[in-house]
Each structure stands twice: as structure tokens, then as C-alpha cells.
């Protein structure tokens, strides 16, 4: 099977090395990839992975790359492309791709649709309001006391979210957003949500249009410095399973949450065959869904690819088939841990092109996998390239063993401006976790 994977992060690194994995596959791009990407092999063949310098964004590049190359899969990491609507414009032409389409992407595209369609569907969320009303959204905010989120509706590239804890602080909020316009036309309406306290955690569940398959539970961790400090990142570290939620409990939240999802789509004629990935906060009364995103969690997909046990061709073949419910999901029982390793002065401004060391040494330790993120080739080096450099991914026999082993191997890496989090992974070691 000749297949195409678009994106160049750590996410679309791990997919790609756990597609090349797969028998089935005799064929393998990654648009535009990174250097990491390119020093994959398939398992089948020993074929190299090609990157192809098109950007995730150039649908009509990419349909013509895909049409020439006879692509027979498809297969999109990023939200971007899903929400301009690459798996319809791939369909029209005939195309196998994986992915969500237009109408599908937009439980990530709007907040406020997925806000409506959690309260139409009965899935348990925060209180909340969607508004166009500079007035009426003010408020709501004060009738929740000014403790509160405030959400930009569209996509905002993560920043679109304003967290409050009085009114004023709200007020202002508002204001940045719907009057000032802080996230462009993403602003035009707000969701409102009550500030729910919690643990939060991250759930992935592979859907087909009919039948969803949850994956265990993992723990991003947003901020840029130890203990939840610092500015929003894109994620600076994942490990899974986290000891959150039982088995238990958490097929208990599939329940409470896919299983109206999945209905609400059918009475609304969404056809969500792709990755539904919502955010959640484990509250008092039980979990409550804060987001959704319509694709694979970045690094969260890390440390999921490293434990699934399943060939993810087929996997994705059957999302796309409609036939995953022949398929049950099968998970090492080895935790795994990936720590982020990020560019100096990330995720402000920062430097490209340091000489990246020590990958090699790295990769040779037991259980390890180095993604890359934002990496080049350059001289016969491999180079820095973005804020995000590295997802340095190890598998343990529990998690204290994978966090000692994923730090074991960041030590062995080296490039000028380096950092990265101590302590992922430390919330679930503590005691009483
Ligand atoms: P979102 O993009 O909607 O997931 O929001 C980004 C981050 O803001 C989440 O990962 C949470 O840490 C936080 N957040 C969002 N909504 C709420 C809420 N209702 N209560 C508390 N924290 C929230």
C-alpha cells in the first residue's frame, strides 16, 4: 500500500514510524516531514520514507502529489488541513484518506458548536453560554461570579482561551477577544464556560462513523516550566496510562461521553470517521469534557504509538471502512513517557539551526524512540527547526521506570538553548495519585 502522511511534527514522526511498521505498507511520504521523518525505513522492504516539500496546507499540491503518486492511503496529522477540508476535496477525487471531514473538523473549528452539540446531546460539560453579544456575554460571566473561561470561538492556534477568576479580569477577556479582536475574526462569538477544578486529562477514542474505540488514558502537560509554570506550550510532555481513572471508570466516561457523541452524529448527519480527542477535567462529579479536537493529541500520540500493539494500516484502513468494530485495541502493559525538548526562549521567541548530538546514543537505549519535531537536515547534521525540537518517548515496566529511563535518554542529547521539563509524569507519582 502506497501511503502519504501529511504534517511535520512529532506527531506525524510517530505515525509515520508506526505505519512503516506495518507489512501492508510498500510505500511511504511524509509532506513536508522533518529529519527524522526521512531516516525511517519500512519494516517490509527496507524502502526509505521519502519527505515531499509540500506544506500541510497546500491542498491543491497535495491532491496533485497524491493523484501522480496513486496514493492508496492517505493520512492527515494536523487540524489546519482537516478544517479547510482535505478529506472532502481527497473524496471528490476519488482519494483513500484518513482524517475527518469539513463538517466533522468542526467540533474542533468551533467552540461554539461543540458547545451546542454537547448540550443538545447531553454530554457532561462546564455551564456555559455561547455568545455575539459584547453585553450578554459580560453578563454571563458575572452570573458565574466572574470565575470563568472565556473561548474564542475558532481556531486561535491554542491561544484563544482566557482564564478568570474575577470579573473584571472576564470583563477584560471579553473585550481582548470580541472588541479588540485579539484572535481575529476567531473572536466574532465566545463560549463562556463555568471554571471547573480538577485533574485534567487527555482521552483519544479512533471512530469510524458508527463505532468508536477508546484508547487509555495520558496526561499533557501544557505549560513551559515545572510544576504547571510558565506560558502555554503546545505541549511540553505526555506519559500514559495515568493512574486517573480506573479501567473502570474510564469505560464508564466512554460511555457517558462517546456513546451520545456517536448518537448525536447520527441524528445530525456527521459522518466522524477520524480521531476524536476531547480534553476532560476529572471533577467532583465525575469527568466533564472541556474541548474537543478532531485529530491525534501532539505529544500525546507519542506515547500512544509506542504502547498500541495493533498494525495501525489496518487500524486506520477500518476508520476509514467503516469496520473497527472487528478490531479491538491492544495495549502493552508498559507505561510510556515522552519528554519535549525544546528550542531556548520557546514558546516566545528562539533560535533555529543548532547542531543537534547525541540521537544516536539516545535511540540505543532499551525501549527508547526519539521523535523529531522541529528538526533539519543541514551540512550532514541534524539541526534545530522550530519550538518544539524533540518528544524523547521511553517505555517502562511502570511509569517511575519509563519518567527515570525518558530522562536517562534526554541527558544524552545536547544542542545549544535546550530545555525541557523535569517532571512529567511527577502528578501521578505523588502520593495518593
Ligand atoms: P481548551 O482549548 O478549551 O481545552 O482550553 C485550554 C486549557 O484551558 C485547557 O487545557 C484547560 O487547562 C483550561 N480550561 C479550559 N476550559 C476550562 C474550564 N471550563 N475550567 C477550567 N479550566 C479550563
Same mark, same amino acid.
Given at each position: 500500500?502506497?501511503?502519504?502522511?501529511?504534517? &511535520?511534527?512529532?506527531?506525524?514522526?510517530?505515525?509515520?514510524?508506526?505505519?512503516?511498521?506495518?507489512? $501492508?505498507?510498500?510505500?511511504?511520504?511524509?509532506?513536508?516531514?522533518?529529519?527524522?521523518?526521512?531516516?525511517?525505513?519500512?519494516?517490509?522492504?527496507?524502502?526509505?520514507?521519502?519527505?515531499?516539500?509540500?506544506?500541510?496546507?497546500?491542498?491543491?499540491?497535495?491532491?496533485?502529489?497524491?493523484?501522480?503518486?496513486?496514493?492508496?492511503?492517505?493520512?492527515?496529522?494536523?487540524?489546519?488541513?482537516?478544517?479547510?477540508?482535505?478529506?472532502?476535496? =481527497?473524496?471528490? $477525487? #476519488?482519494?483513500?484518506?484518513?482524517?475527518?471531514?469539513?463538517?466533522?473538523?468542526?467540533?474542533?473549528?468551533?467552540?461554539? =458548536?461543540?458547545?451546542?452539540?454537547?448540550?443538545?446531546?447531553?454530554? %457532561?460539560?462546564?455551564?456555559?453560554?455561547?455568545?455575539? +453579544?459584547?453585553?450578554?456575554?459580560?453578563?454571563?460571566?458575572?452570573?458565574?461570579?466572574?470565575?470563568?473561561?472565556?473561548?474564542?470561538?475558532?481556531?486561535?492556534? #491554542?491561544?484563544?482561551?482566557?482564564?478568570? &477568576?474575577?470579573?473584571?479580569?472576564?470583563?477584560?477577556?471579553?473585550?481582548?477577544?470580541?472588541?479588540?479582536?485579539?484572535?481575529?475574526?476567531?473572536?466574532?462569538?465566545?463560549?463562556?464556560?463555568? =471554571?471547573?477544578?480538577?485533574?485534567?486529562?487527555?482521552? *483519544?477514542?479512533?471512530?469510524?462513523?458508527?463505532?468508536?474505540?477508546?484508547?487509555?488514558?495520558?496526561?499533557?502537560?501544557?505549560?513551559?516550566?515545572?510544576? +504547571?509554570?510558565?506560558?502555554?506550550?503546545?505541549?511540553?510532555?505526555?506519559?500514559?496510562? @495515568? %493512574?486517573?481513572?480506573?479501567?473502570?471508570?474510564?469505560?464508564?466516561?466512554?460511555? @457517558?461521553?462517546?456513546?451520545?457523541?456517536?448518537?448525536?452524529?447520527?441524528?445530525?448527519?456527521?459522518?466522524?470517521?477520524?480521531?476524536?480527542?476531547? !480534553?476532560?477535567?476529572?471533577?467532583?462529579?465525575? %469527568?466533564?469534557?472541556?474541548?474537543?479536537?478532531?485529530?491525534?493529541?501532539?505529544?500525546?500520540?507519542?506515547?500512544?504509538?509506542?504502547?498500541?500493539?495493533?498494525?495501525?494500516?489496518?487500524?486506520?484502513?477500518?476508520?476509514?471502512?467503516?469496520?473497527? +468494530?472487528?478490531?479491538?485495541?491492544?495495549?502493552?502493559?508498559?507505561? &510510556?513517557?515522552?519528554?519535549?525538548?525544546?528550542? !531556548?526562549?520557546?514558546?516566545?521567541?528562539?533560535?533555529?539551526?543548532?547542531?543537534?548530538?547525541?540521537?544516536?546514543?539516545?535511540?540505543?537505549? %532499551?525501549?527508547?524512540?526519539?521523535? $523529531?519535531?522541529? @528538526?533539519?537536515?543541514?551540512? !550532514? *547534521?541534524?539541526?534545530?527547526?522550530?519550538?518544539?525540537?524533540?518528544?524523547?518517548?521511553?517505555?517502562?515496566?511502570?511509569?517511575?521506570?519509563?519518567?527515570?529511563?525518558?530522562?536517562?535518554?534526554?541527558?544524552?542529547?545536547?544542542?545549544?538553548?535546550? *530545555?525541557?521539563?523535569? +517532571?512529567?509524569?511527577?502528578?501521578?507519582?505523588?502520593?495518593?495519585?
Amino acid at each position: 500500500m502506497k501511503i502519504l502522511v501529511i504534517g &511535520s511534527g512529532g506527531r506525524e514522526h510517530a505515525l509515520v514510524w508506526k505505519l512503516a511498521q506495518s507489512p $501492508h505498507a510498500t510505500h511511504l511520504w511524509c509532506a513536508p516531514g522533518n529529519a527524522g521523518i526521512a531516516q525511517e525505513r519500512l519494516a517490509g522492504n527496507g524502502a526509505r520514507v521519502e519527505c515531499v516539500n509540500l506544506g500541510a496546507e497546500d491542498l491543491p499540491a497535495l491532491l496533485a502529489f497524491a493523484r501522480q503518486q496513486q496514493i492508496d492511503l492517505t493520512v492527515v496529522g494536523p487540524d489546519n488541513p482537516l478544517a479547510l477540508g482535505i478529506v472532502d476535496l =481527497f473524496q471528490k $477525487h #476519488g482519494l483513500r484518506i484518513w482524517g475527518v471531514n469539513q463538517q466533522a473538523a468542526q467540533f474542533e473549528s468551533s467552540k461554539v =458548536f461543540s458547545q451546542r452539540f454537547m448540550e443538545k446531546y447531553g454530554i %457532561p460539560t462546564a455551564a456555559a453560554g455561547s455568545f455575539d +453579544d459584547v453585553a450578554a456575554a459580560k453578563r454571563f460571566c458575572a452570573a458565574l461570579g466572574g470565575k470563568c473561561v472565556v473561548k474564542a470561538d475558532g481556531l486561535a492556534l #491554542g491561544k484563544g482561551v482566557l482564564i478568570c &477568576s474575577h470579573q473584571a479580569e472576564a470583563e477584560r477577556a471579553v473585550d481582548e477577544i470580541m472588541v479588540s479582536k485579539a484572535f481575529g475574526a476567531a473572536g466574532a462569538r465566545v463560549v463562556i464556560q463555568e =471554571f471547573l477544578e480538577g485533574i485534567e486529562v487527555s482521552l *483519544h477514542a479512533l471512530c469510524d462513523g458508527a463505532t468508536a474505540r477508546i484508547f487509555p488514558t495520558s496526561q499533557d502537560h501544557k505549560r513551559a516550566l515545572d510544576g +504547571d509554570l510558565g506560558l502555554n506550550t503546545g505541549g511540553m510532555g505526555t506519559y500514559s496510562p @495515568t %493512574p486517573f481513572l480506573t479501567d473502570a471508570q474510564l469505560a464508564e466516561a466512554a460511555r @457517558t461521553i462517546l456513546e451520545p457523541f456517536l448518537r448525536g452524529c447520527r441524528e445530525e448527519g456527521i459522518d466522524y470517521r477520524g480521531l476524536l480527542y476531547p !480534553g476532560i477535567m476529572l471533577t467532583q462529579d465525575g %469527568p466533564k469534557v472541556l474541548e474537543f479536537n478532531a485529530r491525534f493529541g501532539d505529544p500525546e500520540t507519542q506515547v500512544y504509538l509506542t504502547r498500541l500493539e495493533n498494525d495501525l494500516v489496518e487500524l486506520l484502513d477500518a476508520s476509514v471502512n467503516g469496520t473497527l +468494530d472487528r478490531h479491538e485495541l491492544k495495549w502493552s502493559p508498559l507505561a &510510556s513517557v515522552c519528554v519535549v525538548m525544546a528550542s !531556548g526562549g520557546y514558546p516566545g521567541h528562539y533560535a533555529k539551526g543548532k547542531v543537534i548530538t547525541g540521537l544516536d546514543a539516545a535511540n540505543a537505549l %532499551p525501549h527508547a524512540k526519539v521523535f $523529531h519535531a522541529g @528538526t533539519a537536515a543541514k551540512d !550532514g *547534521h541534524i539541526v534545530t527547526n522550530g519550538g518544539r525540537v524533540l518528544g524523547v518517548t521511553v517505555l517502562g515496566e511502570d511509569l517511575k521506570t519509563a519518567q527515570a529511563a525518558a530522562y536517562a535518554a534526554a541527558e544524552k542529547i545536547h544542542f545549544e538553548g535546550a *530545555h525541557y521539563r523535569r +517532571d512529567i509524569g511527577a502528578k501521578a507519582l505523588r502520593p495518593g495519585a
